[in-house]
């Protein structure tokens, strides 16, 4: 089994930062995808960007050029730095992680990033 854990949500304001933190533990692969996922109220949850443990990255383009997805191998973390945040980010982020030959994520709980003024 495998424990994902995400921090860093919270209330910023139009055109700030956040840095999402999700720490994975327990029976972990090495080939692997961890990825961001994000859900609206109302809406399906959506791909925000993915990483594999070699470092190839993959963003929807609605987050190109304003976040970045980067991993620490050797701590099991992933994290998403968010700039220029936008009203339209708000959403609950959540944490995944799939081995290589899986087609399923693996999700944390979820972590609430609200962007208002």
């Known amino acids: 089994q495998v424990q994902l854990v995400e921090s860093g949500g919270g209330l910023v304001q139009p055109g700030g930062s956040l840095r999402l933190s999700c720490a994975a533990s327990?029976?972990?692969?090495?080939?692997?995808?961890m990825a961001w996922y994000r859900q609206a109220p109302e809406k399906e949850r959506e791909l925000v960007a993915t990483?594999?443990?070699?470092?190839?990255?993959r963003y929807a383009d609605s987050v190109k050029g304003r976040f970045t997805i980067s991993r620490d191998n050797a701590k099991n973390t992933v994290y998403l730095q968010m700039n220029s945040l936008k009203p339209e980010d708000t959403a609950v982020y959540y944490c995944g992680y799939r081995r290589v030959v899986v087609a399923d994520y693996k999700w944390g709980q979820g972590t609430q990033v609200t962007v208002s003024s």
């Open positions: 990483i594999t443990d070699s470092g190839v990255t």
């Open positions: 327990g029976n972990i692969f090495g080939r692997n995808v």
